[in-house]
């Protein structure tokens, strides 16, 4: 991604937003560090469309990304299973030298549909509003962000609670 097309990105964006009669609504769009999206001409275009610009920090894409973090990984699995799938009917087939012939463009098109339209719109809302991108402000949706905690929290004591079982105590 270079500065260029993320301008032409950002024009997009807004010509759409314009179709859906979502241009006087506040816009935020997240991004990673990446330069090509914190160069100056990338930050004013995104400003002379009234887009809110949230960018986060190197590093944490990880743990701060929506797609990253919730929908990435079924994504993935949908895919390799697609892949798994072609490979079992016998889709490679095989070159005259024996190696693997690759799939066609086609074929990987119809997995990537395939897997992305099994992720539902669902999942992408919660992930949004888990990691508090899109919530309201009035704090009402508040709770959501904390759910995750909540588990992690729990899965933790259980593991040491478990843990604990095994120790023993000795007084002095």
């Given at each position: 991604m270079?500065s260029?097309?993320?301008?032409?990105?950002?024009d997009?964006?807004?010509?759409?937003c314009?179709?859906e009669?979502l241009s006087k609504e506040?816009?935020?769009?997240?991004?990673?560090s990446?330069?090509?999206?914190?160069?100056?001409?990338?930050?004013t275009k995104?400003?002379?469309?009234?887009?809110?610009l949230?960018?986060i920090p190197a590093?944490?894409?990880?743990l701060?990304q929506?797609?990253d973090?919730?929908?990435?990984?079924?994504?993935?699995?949908?895919?390799?299973?697609?892949?798994h799938e072609?490979?079992?009917q016998?889709?490679?087939?095989?070159?005259?030298?024996g190696?693997l012939?690759?799939?066609?463009?086609?074929?990987?098109?119809g997995?990537v549909?395939?897997?992305w339209?099994?992720?539902?719109?669902?999942?992408v809302?919660?992930s949004?509003?888990?990691?508090?991108?899109?919530?309201?402000?009035?704090?009402?949706?508040?709770?959501?962000?904390y759910?995750?905690?909540?588990?992690?929290?729990?899965?933790?004591?259980?593991?040491?609670l478990?843990?604990?079982?095994?120790?023993?105590?000795?007084e002095?």
């Amino acid at each position: 991604m270079i500065s260029d097309l993320m301008k032409n990105y950002v024009d997009f964006l807004f010509k759409f937003c314009m179709s859906e009669n979502l241009s006087k609504e506040p816009a935020m769009m997240v991004y990673d560090s990446f330069r090509g999206h914190l160069e100056e001409s990338v930050k004013t275009k995104f400003k002379q469309h009234n887009f809110h610009l949230a960018v986060i920090p190197a590093g944490l894409t990880s743990l701060c990304q929506p797609l990253d973090i919730s929908i990435n990984k079924p994504f993935k699995d949908n895919l390799r299973k697609e892949w798994h799938e072609w490979m079992v009917q016998g889709g490679a087939g095989v070159t005259a030298a024996g190696n693997l012939k690759r799939a066609r463009i086609s074929d990987v098109c119809g997995w990537v549909k395939r897997s992305w339209d099994a992720i539902s719109d669902q999942i992408v809302f919660n992930s949004f509003k888990k990691y508090a991108i899109s919530n309201m402000l009035d704090g009402l949706e508040d709770d959501i962000v904390y759910e995750e905690i909540d588990k992690l929290i729990a899965e933790y004591e259980k593991e040491n609670l478990d843990e604990l079982d095994d120790v023993e105590i000795v007084e002095n």
